[in-house]
């Protein structure tokens, strides 16, 4: 589909999904509100079960719960059902033209797993239809009954679902589909159990037959779990435009912390005790917490710790002489088949800045020479004092939602700028190799300085999961980016012995131990296997 058209169907689809939505969860807040809000009537008759008067916009209501009896089902009865059935079918349309279409670029990331598109849908659709069936099952069994067990088993199943699904897809699918899930269960239980016992209630009556009313309060569960799902439904609505939020690294964990506090506050909403205030001291905690891990790390520390790559930091005060300097060059090959390109559904913005298909791989190779290797001396240089890291900035740009370069080197505390040259929102976060968030940010232009060696940091865009870039961050000169003929050069480098290490985003690490002398020139080539 043309990419302006997908736009549009996503707007068009999404504008209605949000007015349906309003009309629905309005219709429960409504209710819910007015059920706490009941008084008794002056006299109890058995029928009515609360009275209200209420005014609005200059009319006045009075509003009466009743319970109905044989022969007295009104001529017109208005109906709340539709808004749930449309908001459904609107939100399960929305997740079809956003992580569906396009070849599910949207869906997976191969960052997070290595699920295919075709199984990812498979188990988007599996979900929605699973969790209705265990849920209903659940609710009608005995645990029914018990309305704080199965509160906990709910959330429970919630938690499990949220973990899986954000180790599985993409953080922003991810969080769509967990409210995909919710929207399921609430629409089933308004369709499926909510509208049935009304309307069982009703038939009864028009026989003259008394109701069930048994049948109306297992209704009224259902309703009060869609009303305490509505905060937290709302919450992962929101979480659409806030890459911080599903593009962390526990990002199952935030998505929990914001329906929790959702929860709360709707609890503190429903309850009428004097006590409700101190609700807000849990959730403000809760709220806090999500905060803090959001926060990433401070600017300027770029990796570090346990299991990274050591780089052997030059300390010593030996200088560098020009007049001994050699030359370090060598090819990078790949041996056997690169693996096949995937292709990329752009969205409008990115789509028009490239001429036919776009796609995208890890191994960019031709006539056996491997690009977008980086080389950089390991060990070797503790000796000599090099010159500090300099002013000027190394740029990543998001082009045509393309990261270029995708890879670079920087010195240690060598600024570098970030650039969105798109008329999109991409954010950028920075990955330690140990996975931590180094930083995450949506400014059209930003600056970081890494001050700490580390090869590689990873830079990806968490809203379209396919774009990425790495950063070799090392704390002297001697680094190169092979470009498509395989080929790098480092040059100034002191005479000496060197352990050269190239990495490649897909085949790992390659060393070698070379001797350069006086002058000289030396090699250290490296080969890669295909897979």
């Not at 056997?336 to 796609?359: F, K, L």
């Not at 920075?430 to 830079?459: I, Q």
């Not at 050269?500 to 390659?510: D, F, L, N, P, S």
């Amino acid at each position: 589909m043309d990419p302006i058209l997908h736009e549009w169907l996503n707007l068009i689809v999404r504008w209605i999904h949000l007015i349906v939505g309003i009309a629905w969860i309005g219709s429960s807040f409504y209710f819910m509100w007015l059920d706490r809000s009941l008084e008794p009537p002056d006299v109890d008759d058995g029928r009515v079960t609360g009275k209200l008067w209420m005014v609005h916009s200059g009319g006045f209501y009075q509003v009466e719960k009743r319970k109905i009896r044989p022969g007295e089902m009104p001529q017109v009865l208005h109906w709340f059902k539709f808004e749930a059935l449309f908001t459904w079918i609107t939100g399960v349309a929305l997740l079809v033209i956003v992580f569906y279409m396009g070849g599910g670029a949207f869906l997976v990331d191969p960052l997070v797993s290595d699920i295919s598109v075709g199984k990812a849908i498979a188990l988007s659709i599996g979900l929605l239809v699973g969790s209705w069936i265990v849920y209903d099952v659940v609710c009608l069994s005995p645990l029914g009954r018990a309305p704080g067990l199965l509160a906990a088993l709910l959330a429970a199943g919630i938690a499990g679902l949220s973990y899986f699904l954000c180790q599985t897809l993409s953080g922003r699918a991810a969080y769509m589909h967990v409210g995909a899930i919710i929207g399921t269960l609430m629409v089933g239980n308004v369709w499926v159990r909510i509208l049935p016992s009304q309307q069982a209630m009703i038939s009864a009556t028009e026989k003259g037959e008394l109701p069930d009313y048994e049948l109306g309060e297992r209704a009224k569960l259902r309703s009060v779990h869609n009303n305490y799902f509505t905060f937290p439904i709302l919450i992962i609505m929101l979480s659409n435009h806030f890459p911080m939020l599903y593009g962390n690294r526990l990002n199952w964990v935030v998505l929990l912390g914001l329906m929790i506090a959702g929860a709360g506050v709707r609890h503190m909403l429903n309850i009428t005790s004097r006590y409700r205030g101190a609700i807000l001291l849990p959730v403000a905690g809760v709220l806090a917490a999500v905060i803090a891990i959001t926060l990433p790390g401070a600017p300027d520390d770029a990796g570090g710790g346990e299991g990274e790559p050591a780089i052997a930091t030059p300390q010593g005060t030996k200088p560098i002489d020009p007049a001994t300097a050699g030359v370090l060059r060598g090819t990078v090959r790949l041996e056997g088949q690169a693996p096949a390109p995937t292709p990329v559904s752009m969205p409008s913005g990115c789509a028009e800045q490239h001429r036919g298909g776009v796609t995208t791989s890890p191994v960019r190779t031709k006539d056996g020479k491997l690009a977008d290797v980086f080389v950089y001396v390991k060990e070797g240089l503790e000796a000599y004092a090099v010159p500090p890291a300099p002013a000027d900035e190394v740029v990543i740009d998001q082009k045509g939602c393309i990261y270029e370069p995708h890879v670079a080197g920087v010195r240690a505390g060598q600024p570098v700028t970030f650039l969105n040259s798109d008329p999109i929102v991409h954010n950028v976060r920075g990955l330690s190799s140990r996975g931590r968030d180094l930083f995450n940010e949506t400014a059209p232009r930003f600056t970081k300085k890494l001050a700490r060696p580390e090869v590689m940091v990873r830079v990806k865009c968490d809203i379209h999961p396919w774009m990425s870039s790495f950063l070799g961050v090392v704390p002297h000169p001697f680094f190169a980016v092979t470009g498509d003929d395989g080929e790098f050069a480092l040059p100034g480098l002191p005479p000496g012995e060197y352990v050269v290490e190239a990495w490649h985003e897909r085949y790992g690490t390659r060393t070698a131990r070379v001797t350069l002398d006086a002058k000289g020139e030396a090699r250290a080539d490296f080969s890669f296997g295909g897979k």
